[in-house]
């Protein structure tokens, strides 16, 4: 017999800061960082992601794109429809002996914090 679960499809994150990572913006130059022209040049239309650790085991990345008006500079942007679906979940090689403790009848009393190596 199975726990009962959480509504949530996503493991806790605690102990895990989101990261957003989209288009190249630092303004670095090649004098300083040979290079970094061609990287900031390939990478303008990568998709932005926000990537957070959870204690399901998995890395997951989630869509962060926007529209922006081209007419308002101040404008915030609105969530595309696809803002929000996860695009990665991957679960690092150290992580997969232990997967199988998510499924304890007793998991929730004796809770393991599989990517933040949290105690």
Request: glycine share 8%; hydrophobic share 35%.
């Amino acid at each position: 017999m199975f726990r009962e679960r959480l509504t949530s499809k996503l493991g806790d994150t605690v102990n895990s800061n989101p990261w957003y990572v989209g288009a190249p913006s630092a303004g670095y130059s090649d004098a300083d960082y040979p290079g970094y022209n061609a990287f900031h040049t390939a990478n303008l239309s990568r998709k932005p992601v926000v990537y957070v650790g959870a204690n399901d085991g998995m890395l997951h990345g989630f869509d962060a794109s926007l529209v922006f008006d081209p007419t308002n500079p101040n404008d915030p942007g609105v969530p595309t429809s696809t803002a929000g679906n996860e695009v990665l979940g991957y679960i690092p090689t150290a992580v997969i002996p232990n997967l199988t403790r998510l499924t304890a009848q007793n998991y929730n009393q004796n809770h393991r914090y599989f990517v933040t190596a949290h105690p």
